[in-house]
């Protein structure tokens, strides 16, 4: 696993080799279910599932405040002290630590923690969007931890949030916040034409058709990162419906491609890593697979872009 150091661009893009962490990632897949639906348990509904996503911080991932009653909570996933802490709006705290122990002890640690800050709570303990769905309180075989992994999973998503938050920038239109879907295991940000879609035909392991129709009600444009993508994690973008002729639009930068199989563009990240410019590298894979979208799909791009830099545009006289 690489380190990251100095300060050129891409030393801040850490190596993390899929078959290095694999036990790690499946088994904090699972970890970051549970504490996402005991959001979901709390927190209102809101289009497309928004609710449920946790959020970057340089720490980790977190809920951010979750309505309890007249109070609130939070949880985060600290991958640096290697903790997932809760905190209440009185002023109460606890951690359950993050080390190698089997899902069914997590989450006995973590609704104990919760018992204990006087929150009382109940989700279904079944994970979504994998194979095989072992009930939580059952799963003895996820079982690792490897605290270096997190670490450096930590600062990927640190990288990954920070440019997709820059790529969100340029839209004016529906837009999503950049967050991570704990179903998939992925950072996304979503953009919308503003047009209703066909209604999705579902077909995610484990998880209800109409939890898809919900999440793809509209027209969109989406991309992201998926840290368990190829070799050592990957950039995608697709769009729901695909229009026609998106496959075949051409895209940027070298290295970029559209996988069949999967109906989406993939960027390995890797290629960013490893780019002069990661930043830009990357910038330029979102901005040309959403122009794809847009484009094939005949958004109203006028009415929905916009540009970040406006107001530095002004007189010298005015500044």
Known sequence: MGVPAGNGAGSRWPELRVQDWAGTRDTLHLWIQIVGKIRMAHAP???HWWQVTLYVTPRGLTTSSIPYGRDAFDMEFDFFEHVLRLRTSNGTSAIVQLSPKPVAEFYAETFDALGRLGIKT???????EVEPAIPF???????SYDSEAARLLGHQLIQADRVLNVFRSYFR?????VHFFWGGMDLACTRFSGRPAPTHPGGAPNCADWVMVEGYSHELSSCGFWPGGGDKGAFYAYAYPEP???SGHPVEPAGAAYDQALGLYLLPYE???RAADPDRHLLQFLHSTYIAAAEAGHWDRAALETDPER????????Q
């Open 45 to 47: 509904m809101l289009n």
């Open 173 to 177: 239109g529906k837009v999503s916040p």
């Open 137 to 143: 309180t059952e799963d003895y075989r996820h079982a």
């Open 122 to 128: 109940a989700i279904r303990a079944v994970p979504n």
């Open 244 to 246: 026609a002729g998106l």
């Open 311 to 318: 107001w530095r545009h002004r007189p010298a006289r005015d």
């Open 271 to 273: 290629a960013v890593r």
